[in-house]
């Protein structure tokens, strides 16, 4: 795979690199692409932003890049280390539109219960990654502190909002078709239902995994404390 010079001149004297990039379909490419080009250029350690699902059999299309991604890293002969959280409590925002305007949060959850992570607390484990690099060759886990059902959920955005807003759970195939309304390519859509149904049963997802919160002390954000800090981003004074 041919390297693009600009990149191979972005990183002539780096050591060490974080690597995120948004989980498009085109991620798989876009990753390896970046991890030859620190392998040509010289870089000691890449650190690699993935999920927590990528070391498990999957059918989410963006798990299963991640793992191949990891793969190639792993194999590349660079020093690694792989950062993976579970989902984050700011996908949440995404549903902000129907709980301003209508007060409901509407997803193909049932009774499911998740532990999703604020970015934040990620961020401030890749930035000691970044500056202090070590642990090479580890795998990271992170979720947030809680295991939370979508009442759940719904529950704390009321309390941040001082707004009444109630979970309204629906079916997978109502999910799909919401998102598609919404402009969401097809595709997308698609694999947003093949994460649907595997959180539906369970999973790593559904655990508390705070290992990596502790050897970075980093205080791990409730979701709580999400919800008042955004609370104006859910309706809060409307």
């Not at 299963?64 to 949440?92: C, D, V």
Request: proline share 5%.
């Amino acid at each position: 795979m041919s390297v693009p010079l600009t990149l191979g001149n972005a990183l002539r004297g780096v050591t060490r690199a974080l690597m995120i990039s948004s989980p498009g379909f085109d991620m798989f490419r876009t990753q390896v692409t970046f991890i030859d080009a620190c392998r040509a250029a010289g870089v000691h350690h890449l650190i690699k932003l993935s999920g927590l699902n990528a070391g498990r059999e999957t059918t989410f299309v963006f798990s299963n890049m991640h793992k191949r991604i990891e793969e190639h890293l792993r194999g590349s002969g660079m020093a690694w280390t792989s950062l993976r959280p579970t989902g984050f409590m700011q996908e949440y925002i995404f549903e902000a539109p129907s709980i301003v305007n209508d007060g409901s949060l509407y997803l193909a959850l049932d009774n499911v219960k998740l532990s999703p992570v604020d970015l934040m607390d990620v961020g401030k484990v890749g930035f000691q990654l970044l500056r202090d690099g070590g642990y090479h060759g580890e795998v990271l886990p992170m979720t947030g502190p809680d295991l939370l059902s979508m009442a759940d959920v719904a529950q704390h955005l009321s309390t941040a909002t001082g707004r009444k807003v109630r979970y309204v759970p629906i079916s997978p195939l109502e999910r799909w078709r919401a998102l598609v309304a919404a402009g969401i390519p097809t595709e997308v859509a698609d694999a947003l239902d093949k994460q649907v149904h595997e959180r539906l049963q369970g999973g790593s997802e559904s655990t508390i995994e705070l290992s990596t919160h502790k050897r970075f002390n980093v205080l791990p954000t409730t979701f709580s404390q999400f919800a008042e800090r955004h609370a104006m981003d859910f309706g809060a004074g409307q």
